[in-house]
């Protein structure tokens, strides 16, 4: 079975703070992809990340960098000095063929 | 370019009426899936399309849900005798290519209230 779990609902960060969104998986196939979106008040999902299942070496862009540890069954997000901008749901999902989606974490950047 | 459109915004629709919603994809894209997205929740998968045929439609919640993509660009999802449970955003999404190694681009939704 394919799951997505983010275990964290709701997360309120002041700005310029650090946060790490949580992303835990779960699949049997040894080929698949992990993405992350954000879904900001406007409601129109935003790509931010796509990882292969063989691709384990971190990315950073900006203030955003992910952490996939195939060990752990993880594909965290970590957004540097968060800005007010960065208030969204964010969504990380498993794909094989469809893809699965978690329930999202809000994050609240308060000025 | 354009992005990935949805028609109508804005659904309201009594219970047991039929309704149809409307996705065109971006240009070019082969594969193009339905969502479903209730308050608080992730997208749920619904149905995927590889061109003109529905390659995994194992999300449908039942036999009042039917799409098609006919000439494999827009798609169309039809729910018949709607219930106040369809009550969601029903979001389209396209991408060069199927089987998750393509990032998908989401449409902005359709918000589909059955009263």
């Known amino acids: 079975a394919q799951k997505v779990t983010q275990a964290q609902t709701e997360i309120s960060v002041v700005e310029k703070e650090d946060v790490t969104l949580d992303c835990v998986y779960e699949t049997r196939d040894t080929t698949y992809y992990l993405f992350w979106y954000k879904q900001p008040p406007s409601g129109e999902l935003v790509f931010l990340i796509r990882?292969?299942?063989?691709?384990?070496q971190n990315e950073i862009s900006g203030r955003y960098s992910w952490n996939f540890q195939k060990s752990t069954s993880s594909f965290n997000f970590t957004i540097t000095a968060s800005q007010v901008v960065d208030s969204a749901v964010y969504f990380c999902a498993l794909a094989r063929n469809q893809f699965y989606f978690g329930t999202g974490t809000s994050l609240t950047v308060i000025p | 370019g354009a992005g990935v459109s949805q028609t109508p915004s804005n659904k309201v629709t009594e219970k047991g009426k039929y309704v149809e919603l409307r996705c065109d994809p971006i240009?070019?894209?082969?594969?193009l899936y339905w969502y479903r997205q209730s308050l608080g929740q992730g997208p749920e998968f619904l149905i995927y399309?590889?061109?003109?045929?529905?390659?995994?439609d194992s999300g449908l919640p039942n036999d009042r849900f039917f799409a098609v993509r006919p000439e494999g660009s827009v798609s169309t999802l039809k729910i018949q005798r709607t219930e106040r449970g369809d009550s969601a955003v029903y979001l389209c999404?396209?991408?060069?290519?199927?089987?998750?190694?393509?990032?998908?681009?989401f449409g902005p939704g359709t918000r589909l209230t059955v009263t």
């Open positions: 990882r292969n299942s063989f691709d384990e």
């Open positions: 999404a396209s991408s060069p290519s199927g089987g998750g190694s393509y990032e998908q681009y």
């Open positions: 240009s070019g894209h082969t594969a």
């Open positions: 399309f590889q061109g003109t045929g529905a390659a995994d």
